[in-house]
């Protein structure tokens, strides 16, 4: 049987390096290359699509990184591209609930657990927006704690409040 592969490219963005992956042209992982979880995301991933990682920038790698420019140049408030999200299917509605917040939105974990009818489960549906592997396409960083506080990111809360910041009107800097 010929081993399944996921391209992977690493991206230095302006907020934090992150690793990019491609399946059969379809991104299955946009994530920060250092966070917490790491290994548990990539082992999810790997045994989800029986597959390998190798090092490859793809045409769809290529458009990612173009689009994540575009969006931290304030070009682009979308992405369009094709995704393929790797979790159990609990995971994969949270995920789907996150795209629903709009940019320069916000979102409670207790909102998107009413959202889901699911009003209880705020403790899993916090850690299913953790296990998110697509940061930024998939806007786990627009969820915030019910007392409005910036509240656990893989990318850190600095970045989280950069993101939250440039969604919001402003500009990034580079230093």
């Known amino acids: 049987m010929q081993t399944k592969i996921i391209h992977i490219h690493y991206y230095q963005s302006l907020v934090g390096e992150l690793i990019m992956g491609d399946f059969n042209n379809q ?7 250092y966070r917490k979880m790491r290994k548990e995301i990539d082992n999810r991933i790997l045994k989800g699509l029986q597959a390998e990682f190798v ?15 575009n969006y931290f140049d304030k070009k682009s408030t979308t992405f369009d591209l094709p995704l393929l999200l790797v979790g159990t299917d609990f995971q994969q509605s949270v995920w789907r ?8 939105k916000t979102q409670t974990y207790l909102g998107l657990s009413k959202q889901l009818k699911n009003p209880k ?3 899993a549906v916090a850690s299913a927006n953790g296990a998110n592997a697509l940061s930024i396409i998939i ?5 915030i704690g019910s007392n409005q506080e910036l509240v656990g990111y893989a990318g850190g809360l600095a970045t989280k409040k950069k993101l939250l910041f440039l969604e919001q009107g402003g500009q990034l800097e580079l230093f």
């Open 27 to 33: 991104l299955c992982l946009c994530d920060w290359r």
């Open 121 to 123: 489960a705020i403790r």
């Open 97 to 104: 609930a996150l795209q629903q917040v709009d940019y320069g």
């Open 139 to 143: 806007p786990c960083h627009r969820i």
């Open 55 to 69: 090092n490859k920038k793809t045409p769809l790698l290529i458009e990612t990184q173009n689009q994540l420019e």
